[in-house]
């Protein structure tokens, strides 16, 4: 009897030196959070803290390995932890960048029809035709750079629409430079 009671407290002593079993759930808990971060585009918005996930999740296989599954069960619990956290910051990233993207569409727009009607003017048919037809070329341009950001808007790639919305009110703005300095040398 003295003997099994020997064994048991061996038994008992080596399970906690070796910090039980391995946090299976707990890193599946993890890879369950990371994949749901992906999902909500972390890996564009909020990189940075889906990399720290990953790496959390990586350091807990390592100690899995290892067989220090204290220190296994901690990273797992990091890595779920910084994957809910990236999932967050990438909603709220996505959020901004919708709202912005939207603003520079309107923007851009607006650009369009304002030198739309300003190509209408009594003053442009003075202008040089070269000038005139270039700027032309360039609302179109813009025009169409504005479509492709309402494309990317509806299918929720906001740094394209923001890319796209951002070319076209550079295009506008230098048609108008373009507009103004043919003007003056006219004056």
């Not at 890595?79 to 603003?103: F, L, P």
């Not at 202008?127 to 360039?138: F, K, S, W």
Request: charged share 25%; net charge positive.
């Amino acid at each position: 009897m003295r003997r099994a009671w020997a064994f048991l407290a061996l038994l008992v002593l080596f399970t906690t030196a070796c910090g039980g079993d391995p946090p299976e759930r707990e890193m599946q808990q993890a890879q369950d959070a990371i994949d749901a971060a992906l999902a909500a585009r972390a890996d564009v918005y909020a990189a940075g803290e889906l990399a720290a996930a990953e790496a959390a999740l990586t350091s807990a296989g390592a100690a899995v390995s290892a067989r220090d599954y204290r220190l296994a069960l901690n990273h797992a619990l990091d890595s779920r932890q910084r994957a809910q956290i990236a999932a967050k910051v990438a909603a709220d990233g996505m959020a901004a960048a919708r709202a912005e993207a939207d603003r520079d569409i309107t923007r851009a727009a607006m650009g369009v029809d304002g030198m739309r009607t300003r190509l209408k003017s009594s003053d442009v048919p003075r202008l040089p035709a070269r000038i005139v037809a270039a700027v032309r070329t360039a609302v179109a341009d813009a025009d169409q750079r504005v479509q492709e950001a309402r494309a990317a808007l509806d299918r929720s790639d906001y740094k394209a629409a923001q890319a796209a919305a951002a070319a076209a009110n550079a295009t506008l703005t230098a048609a108008s430079r373009d507009l103004e300095a043919a003007g003056k040398k006219r004056r």
